[in-house]
């Protein structure tokens, strides 16, 4: 993911990042609870790559064990290697006017 180190993720970035996540795992739209709880877990002062991983990480562990209900299949690590490529992509052929919105 090639974003400044320095960059620090808006709350509507970081929101959308969080419906997408639910949108590709569970197919359905977060409640406004769960993207509070992924937001406020996650580390808000992280920057750059490492803030958006850490976000990617925490949504995706919630929706492992909030939703899921902790199945052996699919891990919450196959979860992530799932879907952090396809934040790479989005990262890659977006700005951060279109991921905002």
Request: proline share 5%; hydrophobic share 30%; glycine share 4%.
């Amino acid at each position: 993911m090639k974003v400044p180190k320095d960059y620090l993720i808006n709350y509507e970035e970081r929101k959308r990042i969080v419906e997408k996540i639910f949108e590709i795992t569970l197919g359905a739209t977060p409640r406004q609870t769960d993207t509070a709880v992924c937001m406020l877990m996650s580390d808000r002062e992280a920057k750059g790559r490492q803030g958006i991983n850490n976000l990617i990480d925490v949504t995706c562990d919630y929706i492992w064990d909030h939703w899921m209900g902790e199945p052996k299949e699919p891990s919450a690590k196959e979860i992530k290697d799932y879907i952090k490529p396809i934040f790479t992509k989005w990262y890659k052929t977006t700005n951060v006017e279109e991921r905002s919105c």
